[in-house]
């Protein structure tokens, strides 16, 4: 179950990293990123690979957190072995 949840949170994220790394190349050029009041002189190449692993780590994090909130306390206890799905809090009535 931890690798579906893997998945569950680094696919999305590297989605929104792409749509996000698509921003920075549309209005970002690296020639005129300055740190602490010089130049960075990095290529355009290390300064695009680098926004999108830090996006991709950040958003990966935002949905790490996400997976966590919804992981029900028993599950976490260890006390419900089947307590990975999702149940109806609720009895149906008849």
């Given at each position: 179950?931890?690798?579906?949840?893997?998945?569950?949170?680094l696919?999305?994220?590297?989605?929104?990293?792409?749509?996000?790394e698509?921003?920075?190349?549309?209005?970002?050029?690296?020639?005129?990123?300055?740190?602490?009041?010089?130049?960075?002189?990095?290529?355009?190449?290390?300064?695009?690979?680098?926004?999108?692993?830090?996006?991709?780590?950040?958003?990966?994090?935002?949905?790490?957190?996400?997976?966590?909130?919804?992981?029900?306390?028993?599950?976490?206890?260890?006390?419900?072995?089947?307590?990975?799905?999702?149940?109806?809090?609720?009895?149906?009535?008849?």
């Amino acid at each position: 179950m931890w690798a579906k949840r893997l998945v569950w949170i680094l696919w999305p994220a590297f989605l929104a990293a792409c749509a996000m790394e698509m921003l920075v190349f549309a209005l970002v050029d690296p020639s005129e990123i300055q740190w602490q009041g010089a130049a960075l002189d990095w290529s355009r190449q290390a300064f695009y690979t680098l926004s999108f692993f830090v996006f991709w780590l950040v958003i990966s994090g935002a949905s790490a957190l996400t997976c966590l909130l919804g992981i029900s306390p028993a599950e976490i206890n260890g006390r419900d072995k089947d307590a990975t799905r999702l149940r109806d809090p609720a009895p149906a009535l008849d």
